[in-house]
């Protein structure tokens, strides 16, 4: 199957697309969308992350669980909704680490496209999910999917930080080659955890010290 997916990431996933996983994964999402079910995020941003950040570009991975289940709100980014809706309570958490840790004032625009232009890649380890149905779409093989392309990105490429968020992404640390690239690791921004260690952690500049120690250009956290 010819998967619309920026050309440099075809490339280096080529040998995924024809194995089975992969086609259970198509032929899931065509049985879900011709029974009618709601699928997020909508077809053409599925790649999204994949579309705004080419592999040649990707120096900071951000990783997310699933991709947001309310209308509106999904675009293939992790924690980041389109322009126009509202941050959702683990992004505004993000936004209030970033203030905290360089002064940035808290933004009303959760559309994160900025910074994966500039090589922060907003994967979610699945990258679809049913309307109303967190996790509903965690067992068709997206998790194998993206597990081989965090493998992809650690054996191809050096000194990437990796931003493990919560318990679940800190369960792929795993995947990734310390001894070249950087991991750091806190608690989740939901509400639920933020104050357990995600708040303080400052990620955001020590990634920005880590890119400059390999003369890499810092990102630009501002939206």
Same mark, same amino acid.
């Given at each position: ?23 259970? !994964?198509?032929? @899931? ?6 029974? &009618?079910?709601? +699928?997020?995020?909508? /077809?053409? #941003? ?45 992004? !505004?958490?993000? @936004? ?6 360089? &002064?940035?004032? +808290?933004?009303?625009? /959760?559309? #994160? ?48 930080? @990796? ?61």
């Amino acid at each position: 199957m010819d998967v619309q997916i920026e050309e440099s990431w075809k490339k280096v996933l080529k040998d995924e697309f024809a194995k089975i996983y992969f086609q259970h !994964i198509i032929t @899931f999402l065509k049985a879900e969308k011709a029974s &009618g079910k709601i +699928i997020y995020p909508p /077809g053409p #941003l599925i790649f999204n992350a994949f579309k705004q950040t080419p592999f040649e570009k990707v120096k900071v991975i951000i990783l997310g669980q699933d991709p947001y289940h309310n209308r509106g709100q999904a675009h293939g980014l992790s924690f980041s909704v389109p322009d126009g809706i509202a941050p959702p309570p683990s992004l !505004i958490n993000i @936004f209030k680490e970033l203030k905290n840790d360089l &002064g940035i004032e +808290i933004s009303t625009n /959760g559309n #994160l496209e900025k910074w994966a232009w500039q090589g922060v890649f907003l994967l979610n380890a699945s990258l679809t999910v049913r309307q109303n149905e967190p996790g509903s779409h965690s067992k068709i093989g997206w998790l194998e999917f993206t597990d081989h392309v965090i493998q992809k990105l650690s054996d191809q490429k050096n000194g990437i930080v @990796f931003l493990l968020w919560g318990k679940f992404a800190q369960e792929k640390q795993s995947l990734i080659d310390e001894t070249k690239h950087f991991v750091l690791k806190a608690a989740h921004p939901s509400p639920f955890s933020a104050a357990h260690g995600f708040f303080g952690c400052k990620h955001f500049s020590k990634t920005n010290e880590l890119l400059m120690k390999q003369n890499k250009s810092p990102i630009d956290w501002k939206l």
